[in-house]
């Protein structure tokens, strides 16, 4: 099944700067790579997603980067702000969807 | 829409006890799925069902089970709990089966099993 790895576990940024999470995942098949933001007590959400036939979306202040040959996909956060502080959640599906172990951001102000 | 909802939103149980936790998804959403959350693991898939039949299972024992109605309300039990049951449950629902769209997710039931 699919496995995905995810680094750093917790990042800490001065508020302003940019964050990058990076994700590996196994099986070549996936297709689907979303990322989920869950705050502290609250339920995982959306921020955005990608597929495998694309290489690069962007929403904002967050883009995200797919690497298909090198299997491997990033989040990227620019000018941060406190209410980015949060556990972000990489996946990549084959037949359901694969977390990663997630990663803790604190944004400093 | 209305959200998903997952009640109860807390639960204390002893060990060797069994329990049911219950999901209901947003409007038209024939997939639920649930996950096992635990502080440095992330989301474990439990199992998917789809259209009242479970599609996908996770590596989780036996005591773990599910089901879906015809209105695509979804119950999950965990029979024999055990102290490492507990965990924060998740559902999610979404359009599609397999992981392949977004997964709503609802705002879980706390399991402490004592």
């Known amino acids: 099944g699919e496995n995905v790895e995810q680094h750093p576990s917790t990042l800490s940024v001065q508020e302003g700067d940019s964050a990058v999470i990076k994700c590996t995942y196994s099986?070549?098949?996936?297709?689907?790579f979303p990322w989920y933001k869950q705050e502290l007590g609250k339920r995982p959400q959306l921020i955005i997603d990608?597929?495998?036939?694309?290489g690069e979306k962007k929403d904002q202040r967050i883009a995200v980067t797919l690497n298909k040959t090198a299997k491997h996909f990033s989040l990227h956060i620019t000018e941060t702000q406190p209410e980015d502080s949060a556990v972000y959640f990489c996946?990549?599906?084959?037949?359901?969807?694969?977390f990663g172990a997630g990663t803790t951001v604190t944004v400093r102000a | 829409k209305a959200g998903v909802t997952q009640t109860p939103r807390y639960l204390i149980k002893t060990r060797g006890q069994q329990v049911t936790l219950s999901c209901s998804p947003i409007?038209?959403?024939?997939?639920v799925s649930w996950y096992q959350q635990t502080p440095g693991q992330g989301l474990q898939f439990l199992f998917e069902?789809?259209?009242?039949?479970?599609?996908n299972k996770g590596n989780f024992p036996g005591r773990f089970s599910g089901r879906q109605f015809s209105n695509s309300r979804s119950e999950m039990n965990v029979s024999t709990l055990e102290l490492g049951d507990s965990a924060l449950y998740l559902c999610a629902s979404s359009e599609l089966q397999g992981g392949k769209d977004e997964q709503f997710f609802g705002p879980g039931t706390r399991l402490t099993v004592l």
């Open positions: 990608i597929r495998s036939n694309v």
């Open positions: 099986d070549s098949a996936s297709n689907y």
């Open positions: 409007s038209g959403h024939r997939s």
């Open positions: 069902y789809f259209s009242e039949t479970q599609r």
């Open positions: 996946a990549a599906n084959d037949y359901k969807l694969s």
